[in-house]
């Protein structure tokens, strides 16, 4: 009896022990969570806690950042991220780049993310600057930089600047100061950010970063058709269209363009193309 | 002199044979199998990770061979008083000191070097799965950053022996090693936030700030041999860098080696 | 051969101020070539007062020294082996290579050394497990061991602090023989026990030690020249230093 009795007793605790495990999880997820924060503890201190293991700390904020990111990938609810939620993505960046101000993926991850979909630009301008003082061998941060002055910021002269720092830089591809002629006498702003782009996606590696850019590319060689068209049936007809269907019905074109945003592209008052989807 | 290395020798056999070196070995493998894995989630500097792996793993498993192997040889001789065998030959207190100490020198350097075959075997396989993400790679920092590994763990083993040399157990050797690693680890990044502590938006007063400055000579400055983010991001080291480093390290081993010599001097074994 | 002259070791007990008299003016010589038995119950001051001997403790008053030489030098212990009370060694190490340390600390040449653990391994019985670590070891073969280490560089003078604790009967016949040995090889033994057999079968001169003070030295056969017995000439001193056991 001595011998079986261990023997007994397990046999009924299994059992129990598979089913309370259900329980026990249901009642996890179901307990109140807390307001949801932003705050990340500040660098310095961060710095003082890793001790001598800063590199790896860097690491494992960068990929807890990454994997927080793409565990939003399933949402449905546009914006993907609530505004905390954005705050806390640029903190962990940043908190990542104070441990090591040399490591290249959170700029780039931040360039990604936090430009388009969080708009921060200025956030991730100052992230990037970081970086561009650190990593002086790499000519891409400085280019960043210069394309969110320009496309988000509208500051032409400081993208100009940046990019001519870019073009100093090893690897540098040749058309940089070109570009910055570009935009210091602002020529179509449009036809600038495509040139940018089409830099941006041969850089590119990653292929959802790709196809992001390039459904970019796609919506603003789009727009740049309409802009060209509307400019020629101005030249033809003394005044711009009232709505982009007259270009078509004037035989200035044949069909308007899809947005690949799932949008449509009109034309506003004061005569610039837009569309309903706003690129998003 | 042969009664110094006599000592060595039997630290050293006594140490390698330790159980516990099998432990920290085994867990420095997973460690080390683990990289090819968190690397793999790394977008682009993937080199940079491989080598902050491998050179943590290096580096921590060293830490534990110096806390849990290191004081335990002293402590065996001082708890378990072992210590007879050896204080009934010929030799003086301050041989004991210094045989056990090179032996456990020894231990850290035979340790260290077959670790970081393991860990540079990781980096490589790493290298061979990504090969294209791997800018900058360079191997004679890493090397250099094993090296300063070694003399940061020989100058943290030395403390062990300063304080095995008056404290009556074991377990406070272990707390006051663990103290000095810590302090001796973030020490810089302490003074330099105390000494601008706006940066984080707290008032610091001038008493803690001087505290904080008396430590910084005190204590070592453990953080002086951590070069693995240099390693990783291939950056070059300067060779008086080197020099003043290492110079370092050799001062305050000694120092603290013939502080212990003549705590332990006028120890008794009752 | 050994002289301790006017020893007092105090030692303090705890946290609070009690302190131990551990010895009082201990004053004591031992004879080159003779077995000296140091007999006293439990905490007596035998180990303390062969502590002392070995440099492990300092005396707070007092002098002692063997051959001549001062026992804080570290020279003094070229010609000393010392066999402690249960004795501890490191536990992976072989007894080979326990004896070759002890050796080469000692100052001998290898080839001595090789010669020497050779002929003590046999002598102490442990040739067959000369190369197993001496964690695998019994009591008693670590003792041997312990003797081994005591005797491999052929010191002049042997202290053993209760040489047959915890031995079998076999293993307690091995010591004595090699204490009588070591006698015939005109070496000096100095050892302690509490064992009065022991003490009656190996000694030429006895002191019996009670409460750190010494009571009584005299030749063994004078004491038991009549018709006392060790044993009553034991308690009747422990008597008179008033029961004398301090726990």
């Known amino acids: 009896m001595q011998r079986v009795l261990p023997i007994i007793l397990i046999l009924l605790l299994l059992p129990i022990h598979v089913s309370i495990i259900s329980k026990v999880t249901e009642g996890k997820k179901l307990l109140p969570?807390?307001?949801?924060?932003?705050?990340?503890?500040?660098?310095?201190?961060?710095?003082?806690?890793?001790?001598?293991?800063?590199?790896?700390?860097?690491?494992?904020?960068f990929l807890q950042g990454l994997v927080f990111f793409g565990s939003t990938s399933e949402r449905k609810e546009r914006p993907r991220l609530k505004e905390w939620e954005w705050r806390w993505f640029y903190n962990i960046l940043n908190a990542s780049t104070g441990l090591d101000p040399y490591f290249f993926d959170p700029y780039y991850v931040a360039q990604a993310h936090l430009t388009w979909e969080g708009n921060m630009p200025r956030e991730t301008n100052t992230l990037l600057e970081k970086g561009s003082r650190y990593r002086d061998w790499e000519w891409m941060l400085p280019f960043y930089i210069g394309f969110n002055h320009f496309y988000f910021l509208q500051e032409n002269e400081k993208a100009a600047f940046y990019l001519m720092d870019a073009s100093k830089r090893q690897g540098a591809p040749s058309l940089l100061?070109?570009?910055?002629?570009?935009?210091?006498?602002?020529?179509?702003?449009?036809?600038?950010?495509?040139?940018?782009?089409?830099?941006?996606?041969?850089?590119t590696d990653d292929d959802a970063l790709k196809k992001m850019y390039e459904t970019r590319l796609n919506a603003l060689k789009g727009i740049l058709f309409l802009e060209r068209a509307t400019a020629v049936y101005q030249d033809r007809f003394g005044r711009r269209p009232e709505r982009l269907d007259d270009m078509i019905t004037k035989n200035v074109i044949r069909e308007i363009p899809k947005d690949p945003y799932g949008g449509e592209f009109y034309i506003d008052k004061d005569g610039t193309i837009k569309t309903t989807s706003e690129l998003r | 002199m042969t009664a110094i290395w006599?000592?060595?020798?039997?630290?050293?056999?006594?140490?390698?044979?330790?159980?516990?070196?099998?432990?920290?070995?085994?867990?420095?493998?997973?460690?080390?199998?683990?990289?090819?894995?968190?690397?793999?989630?790394?977008?682009?500097?993937?080199?940079?990770?491989?080598?902050?792996?491998?050179?943590?793993?290096?580096?921590?498993?060293?830490?534990?061979?110096?806390?849990?192997?290191?004081?335990?040889?002293?402590?065996?001789?001082?708890?378990k008083k072992t210590i007879y065998m050896v204080l009934s030959r010929p030799i003086s207190r301050p041989q004991y000191i210094l045989g056990k100490f090179f032996g456990m020198a020894l231990l850290i350097l035979a340790t260290i070097s077959i670790l970081s075959i393991f860990a540079i075997i990781s980096i490589f396989m790493v290298k061979l799965s990504?090969?294209?993400?791997?800018?900058?790679?360079?191997?004679?920092?890493?090397?250099?950053?094993?090296?300063?590994?070694?003399?940061?763990?020989?100058?943290?083993?030395?403390?062990?022996?300063?304080?095995?040399?008056?404290?009556?157990?074991?377990?406070?050797?272990?707390?006051?090693?663990?103290?000095?690693?810590?302090?001796?680890?973030?020490?810089?990044?302490?003074?330099?936030?105390?000494?601008?502590?706006?940066?984080?938006?707290?008032?610091?007063?001038?008493?803690?700030?001087?505290?904080?400055?008396?430590?910084?000579?005190?204590?070592?400055?453990?953080?002086?041999?951590?070069?693995?983010?240099?390693?990783?991001?291939?950056?070059?080291i300067s060779l008086s860098y080197i020099f003043w480093a290492v110079s370092y390290g050799a001062v305050y081993t000694c120092l603290t080696i013939i502080l212990a010599s003549i705590i332990f001097r006028r120890r008794e074994f009752p | 051969m050994i002289k301790i002259e006017g020893i007092s070791k105090e030692f303090k007990e705890g946290i609070g101020s009690r302190k131990v008299k551990a010895l009082e003016h201990l004053t004591l010589e031992i004879h080159k070539g003779e077995v000296f038995g140091f007999l006293g119950p439990n905490g007596a001051g035998k180990?303390?007062?062969?502590?002392?001997?070995?440099?492990?403790?300092?005396p707070d008053i007092g002098y002692a020294s063997i051959m001549g030489k001062d026992v804080s030098a570290k020279d003094t212990r070229r010609h000393v082996g010392y066999l402690p009370e249960n004795p501890y060694f490191y536990d992976y190490l072989t007894a080979e290579e326990l004896l070759w340390f002890g050796g080469r600390a000692s100052g001998l040449s290898p080839s001595v050394i090789k010669e020497r653990t050779n002929e003590l391994l046999n002598r102490v019985n442990l040739q067959a497990a000369r190369k197993r670590q001496l964690r695998t070891y019994s009591k008693g073969m670590v003792q041997r061991a312990g003797i081994a280490l005591a005797l491999i560089h052929d010191p002049d003078?042997?202290?053993?602090?209760?040489?047959?604790?915890?031995?079998?009967?076999?293993?307690?016949?091995?010591?004595?023989?090699?204490?009588?040995?070591?006698?015939?090889?005109?070496?000096?033994?100095?050892?302690?026990?509490?064992?009065?057999?022991?003490?009656?079968?190996?000694?030429?001169?006895?002191?019996?030690?009670?409460?750190?003070?010494?009571?009584?030295?005299?030749?063994?056969?004078?004491?038991?020249?009549?018709?006392?017995?060790?044993?009553n000439i034991f308690l009747k001193e422990v008597e008179k230093a008033g029961g004398g056991i301090e726990i």
């Open chain 1, 177 to 203: 100061p070109q570009l910055a002629a570009r935009l210091m006498y602002k020529a179509n702003r449009t036809e600038n950010a495509i040139i940018f782009l089409q830099e941006m996606i041969k850089r």
């Open chain 3, 47 to 58: 180990s303390t007062a062969i502590k002392i001997l070995i440099n492990l403790i300092s």
């Open chain 3, 157 to 231: 003078v042997v202290i053993l602090d209760e040489p047959m604790s915890g031995l079998d009967p076999i293993g307690r016949k091995m010591v004595g023989d090699i204490m009588m040995e070591l006698k015939a090889q005109g070496k000096t033994v100095f050892f302690s026990s509490h064992i009065l057999t022991d003490i009656e079968r190996f000694c030429n001169r006895v002191g019996i030690i009670v409460g750190g003070k010494l009571r009584l030295v005299d030749r063994l056969d004078n004491l038991l020249s009549g018709t006392a017995t060790l044993e």
């Open chain 2, 130 to 236: 990504y090969p294209g993400y791997f800018s900058r790679f360079s191997w004679p920092p890493i090397l250099l950053a094993i090296s300063f590994i070694t003399i940061s763990l020989i100058l943290l083993s030395a403390l062990t022996f300063l304080f095995a040399s008056f404290s009556s157990t074991s377990f406070i050797t272990l707390i006051l090693t663990i103290v000095s690693y810590i302090i001796g680890q973030s020490i810089m990044d302490v003074k330099a936030l105390v000494e601008a502590p706006q940066a984080v938006g707290i008032q610091v007063s001038p008493v803690t700030v001087k505290v904080v400055q008396a430590a910084y000579y005190i204590f070592p400055n453990l953080s002086i041999f951590d070069i693995k983010l240099q390693a990783a991001h291939g950056l070059p």
């Open chain 2, 6 to 79: 006599a000592i060595a020798v039997i630290t050293f056999k006594e140490g390698i044979r330790n159980r516990a070196i099998y432990g920290i070995s085994i867990f420095a493998l997973l460690l080390l199998g683990a990289n090819l894995l968190i690397s793999s989630m790394i977008m682009q500097e993937v080199g940079k990770v491989a080598v902050d792996m491998a050179l943590s793993t290096v580096s921590f498993a060293g830490l534990l061979l110096v806390l849990f192997v290191g004081i335990n040889l002293m402590a065996k001789d001082l708890d």
């Open chain 1, 33 to 61: 969570k807390g307001e949801g924060t932003s705050y990340v503890l500040p660098p310095p201190i961060l710095k003082i806690m890793a001790l001598e293991f800063d590199g790896l700390a860097s690491d494992f904020l």
